[in-house]
């Protein structure tokens, strides 16, 4: 049998058990030289080995090193099997002392000692940016995790993060839109799909990209479990960008985590008032990096990476993202609605239809908010008018409608 | 000596007569009855005997039979007292039987022989009037209620000593004097003032209009909004918008009302719709009516008026399950083992509910809440009840009021109801001869037949249907409602500023459905 084989399903045997994780088997193979030196120098009795173990009391290492001394062959057969029937599913496996086993992951403290992934591994040549945030984001989160997810993927950014709803899942579905990778890191075995909403993603994500946990196939998601993910996400990037973050959220665990890595981190400014910011605000108050625009980010890989953009969309991209619009986009975009406007003189129909867009954000805004601010540009409708003109920028797919509160999409 | 008293015993909202015979001879002294009489009826003799006593009649040491015709109906309620006690001074030959012909009775004793007030005077006058009889005795705290029946004279008496008198001709006629209530003129005298006035309500221009469109057309109507964003308000104020309560209208819920003895000497008739505003705690029966003793549940007491459920999504999934029959048919069936009843239950819905379980979404500054929660949250009104309502709005907190202030005084409800009477006229003569009366009420053909597009209008609604994956029901919901903006606006053809309004009151089934 191949010997990297051999080694690897070893590897994967005692990784499987619960307790031998990465302190315990390092420790093994730093004293044994190799996973198999591990195996054969207990049934030796080589010196070291059972009082490691002991140490850390797990019945079931020991039990599952006596079965192999019973029988080598017959064990790294049967264990084989289990490899082969994890391969048969998409499903791979790779240790820490393996050439797979992804650098970025080995210098963070407690890396996992292995990794279960469908797909494939971030590449090792091409920069990573984690982007997490708040699972229940407001619009204007979505749309700057939908901006940097597809501005950074344009560019061969690796877009990492943890599949979760709100600006997790959004970032990664952006990068793939944008024809990008991403990797999505769980807390639950690969072949779980959590949350399940996100199953589209969980599937155009293990096709472009991967799918990676250190947990078993088969372990189901568990929240206890989602800190010790935060940690893969946030070790295997360069980079770590924030979108929106409450205080003391997990989100804000993650980031210290990453502090601890020494990654580098970037955060979304947000408006002072909104809670879903106070995390992000704080960080950039600590000194983190201001991702004021992709590009600010992309200038911090720069040094240390050859970056080359996918498309040449990047530039138009930013602009239209965070409230950038250029004068000529917006004639651009309102001619086309004037000429439906049934009953109004072109130029009329067009300057009301511009003050509409003017008076509609990213975030929903109530019908009586939006009719002050016309008020404020001159057009004084009545509720019943506004609510025509909406549904009109509705159809058009220029706004969408939530109850009486309209924002701009 | 045999006679026999006329009187009435109820029978869901309606009341059916009742022949009390009394016979007393000869036999070992006692006293019975028979007759399928319920439980308060059964105790009518201790009543009777006491009373008469306390008036200086001792009964005879005689047999007393008693029996109630038709014997095969159960007899409910206290208003038997009275005609058991009159029968049986006419068996006693106290008073002459020939007095008693043509007259009903109804009232409950009390020991010292006085008359206490009873449910079902209202209906129990109506059924005399069907059956020719031409007097009704009742207790005086009920006898205006029955006052409002033409052609029947209701003398209300105080005590039983007072009525034997009468019968026989003694005291002061003039205390006996029929009265006699126009409806028609307190109808009109109630048309004019109402307690509740949207001309109290500043701002919420949305809620408003939306309940203006849902009254014209009789469409069930869901406010979704944080709390105290003046929800309520609005709901109490939609009664105030609906055209007047019409003569038989009144009668018929007066009627519901007498039966449950909500009616008193303070308000003896009703002549606003009703307004029901039920908490969430409330037990299904008392929403649907029936129980042991069975009487009329809130839904029937909200008929020809509004039944608005505030914080509908806290309600049991039992109780919304509930409207649902009503809702089809205008009326509900309890079944019971003596009997089926059906009680009225017309009504316009009205739902208040958070959007949420913090109440701030969609305002994601404030509402933490997981689209799952939201949907959850909304989930128990899925289904049947969300299919039957017709427009949604979503109110304004009440942060947002305060940028209203100042700005022109807000329109009274008496203007509303001129625009919704009118185009409650135009449904009237469109379903003359239909089983419908209103636009809310149509089936599918028959928005087909109705809902007619002007040729823009049709491309516009083409659009709706693609740009926003509406379902089948959510596509027929839109035309019924801009078919009832188009007849407030006095159009026979609906065009887009029509559709673009319901489009904009549609329910959102992605979210709340
Ligand atoms: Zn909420």
């Known amino acids: ?409 | 000596m045999y006679s026999v008293v006329l009187s009435s015993a109820p029978y869901g909202i309606e009341s059916f007569l009742v022949r009390v015979e009394v016979d007393v001879s000869s036999g070992l002294p006692g006293f019975d009855m028979v007759g399928m009489p319920g439980g308060e009826v059964k105790e009518a003799k201790e009543r009777v005997r006491v009373a008469l006593k306390n008036i200086g009649i001792a009964l005879p040491p005689q047999k007393i039979t008693v029996n109630l015709s038709p014997a095969n109906l159960r007899k409910k309620g206290t208003a038997l007292d009275l005609p058991i006690a009159v029968g049986i001074l006419a068996a006693m030959e106290e008073i002459e039987e020939e007095k008693l012909r043509g007259i009903l009775f109804l009232g409950e004793l009390g020991l010292n022989a006085n008359l206490e007030s009873v449910n079902g005077v209202l209906p129990s006058v109506i059924l005399a009037k069907d059956k020719g009889l031409k007097k009704c005795i009742v207790p005086a705290c009920n006898a205006k209620e029955g006052a409002v029946v033409d052609g029947v004279d209701v003398i209300g008496i105080e005590n039983l000593k007072e009525l034997i008198d009468y019968l026989k001709g003694e005291g002061n006629p003039g205390d006996f004097k029929a009265l006699h209530i126009s409806l028609k003129k307190l109808l009109k005298e109630e048309s004019v003032k109402s307690e509740y006035d949207f001309a109290d309500v500043k701002g919420q221009e949305g809620l408003k209009r939306g309940a203006e469109i849902a009254a014209a057309g009789f469409h069930h109507f869901m406010m979704i909004g944080p709390p105290g964003a003046g929800k309520t308000m609005i709901a109490k104020r939609i009664p105030s918008i609906l055209p007047p309560l019409g003569e038989r209208e009144s009668l018929e819920v007066s009627k519901i009302y007498s039966i449950s003895g909500l009616l008193s000497d303070e308000r003896p008739i009703i002549l606003k719709r009703p307004f029901c505003n039920p908490h969430h705690t409330i037990t299904e029966q008392a929403l649907s009516g029936g129980g042991n003793h069975p009487k009329p549940g809130v839904i029937s007491l909200s008929h020809r008026g509004v039944l608005f459920l505030d914080e509908a999504a806290h309600f049991s999934k039992a109780a919304i399950e509930i409207l649902r029959q009503p809702m089809e048919d205008k009326k509900i069936e309890v079944s019971r083992t003596y009997g089926t009843f059906i009680y009225p239950a017309d009504f316009m819905l009205v739902l208040a509910t958070n959007p949420c379980p913090c109440g701030y979404y969609p305002d994601r500054n404030k509402c933490r809440c997981s689209p799952a929660e939201i949907k959850r949250y909304m989930s128990k009104l899925s289904g049947p009840i969300m299919d039957r309502i017709d427009i949604s709005v979503t109110a304004q907190s009440m942060k947002l009021k305060e940028l209203e202030g100042g700005g022109p005084p807000s329109e009274d409800s008496a203007s509303i109801r001129r625009r919704i009477s009118l185009a409650r006229e135009i449904q009237k003569k469109r379903f003359r001869g239909k089983e419908i009366d209103f636009n809310a009420q149509m089936n599918a053909k028959e928005v087909e037949e109705y809902c007619i597009l002007e040729p823009a209008a049709k491309t516009y609604m083409q659009r709706a249907y693609e740009a926003l994956g509406l379902s089948a029901r959510g596509y027929h919901k839109i035309l019924k409602v801009a078919r009832t903006i188009a007849d407030l606006d006095g159009k026979e053809i609906i065009d887009n500023r029509h559709l673009a309004e319901a489009i904009g009151l549609r329910i959102r089934e992605d979210i709340y459905g």
């Open chain 1, 1 to 409: 049998m191949d010997r990297d084989l051999e080694e690897r399903i070893l590897a994967a045997a005692i990784y499987e058990i619960n307790g031998a994780g990465w302190k315990l088997l390092s420790e093994l193979y730093e004293d044994a030289g190799s996973m198999k030196e591990i195996f054969e120098g207990f049934a030796r009795g080589r010196t070291g080995i059972r009082e490691k173990i002991r140490g850390r009391g797990s019945s079931e290492i020991l039990a599952l090193l006596n079965s192999y001394g019973k029988n080598p062959e017959g064990f790294t057969e049967e264990k084989k099997n289990l490899l082969e029937g994890y391969e048969a599913k998409g499903i791979h496996f790779t240790y820490y002392y393996e050439n797979a086993y992804p650098k970025r992951l080995k210098s963070i403290p407690g890396p996992p000692f292995g990794i279960y992934y469908l797909g494939k591994l971030p590449d090792e040549d091409r920069p990573v940016v984690s982007i997490i945030g708040a699972r229940d984001c407001s619009e204007y989160g979505r749309r700057c995790a939908e901006l940097f997810g597809k501005s950074l993927a344009e560019y061969g950014v690796q877009i990492v993060s943890g599949m979760a709803r709100g600006i997790d899942g959004t970032s990664q579905k952006a990068a793939l839109s944008a024809g990008g990778e991403t990797y999505a890191v769980l807390g639950s075995g690969v072949d779980v799909c959590y949350p399940s909403a996100n199953r589209s993603l969980y599937e155009e994500a293990a096709n472009h990209g991967g799918i990676l946990s250190e947990y078993k196939p088969g372990t189901e998601a568990k929240s206890t479990l989602f800190p010790a993910r935060n940690r893969i996400i946030a070790g295997l990037s360069d980079l770590l960008l924030v979108v929106e973050a409450r205080h003391r959220s997990g989100t804000y665990i993650t980031v210290c985590q990453a502090l601890e890595q020494g990654r580098e981190i970037f955060a979304v400014p947000g408006r002072i008032t909104d809670g879903l910011s106070d995390g992000c605000n704080q960080l950039i108050k600590d000194g983190a990096g201001i991702a004021s625009d992709p590009k600010a980010i992309l200038d911090a890989l720069m040094g240390r990476f050859e970056l080359q953009s996918l498309s040449s969309g990047f530039a138009k991209t930013a602009e239209a993202g965070v409230g950038k619009r250029t004068e000529t986009q917006e004639e651009a975009n309102l001619t086309g609605v004037a000429k439906k406007a049934e009953g109004c003189t072109a130029g009329s129909a067009n300057a009301l239809l511009s003050a509409l867009l003017r008076s509609l954000e990213e975030t929903p805004q109530p019908m009586e908010v939006i009719l002050k601010r016309l008020s404020g540009f001159g057009f004084d409708l009545s509720y019943t008018e506004l609510l025509c003109e909406l549904t009109d920028l509705c159809l058009l797919g220029k706004a969408e409608g939530i109850g009486n509160y309209y924002r701009k999409t």
